[in-house]
């Protein structure tokens, strides 16, 4: 259990670090770095569309500090 719950700690911060890194544009269904496309289209990692500033709000309202 400690193994798992150590491994979900670092996988946590991972992520974040990568949405900090890139001014948290990562699609909000793949994490998929948005960064230098455009505001508005689909995730070319996942298929989804995405909003780069509901994006960002997002990502921004969960995970900063």
């Known amino acids: 259990d400690a193994l798992i ?12 670090r990568r ?3 890139n001014d948290y544009r990562l699609c909000l269904h793949c994490a998929y770095v948005l960064a230098g496309l455009a ?3 689909t995730c070319p990692e996942c298929g989804n ?3 780069l500033e509901k994006s960002r709000e997002t990502w921004e309202s969960q ?3």
């Open 5 to 16: 719950l150590g491994w979900m700690v670092l996988r946590y911060r991972r992520l974040i």
């Open 63 to 65: 995970y900063r500090r």
């Open 49 to 51: 569309p995405y909003h």
């Open 19 to 21: 949405a900090r890194e």
């Open 39 to 41: 505001d508005d289209g």
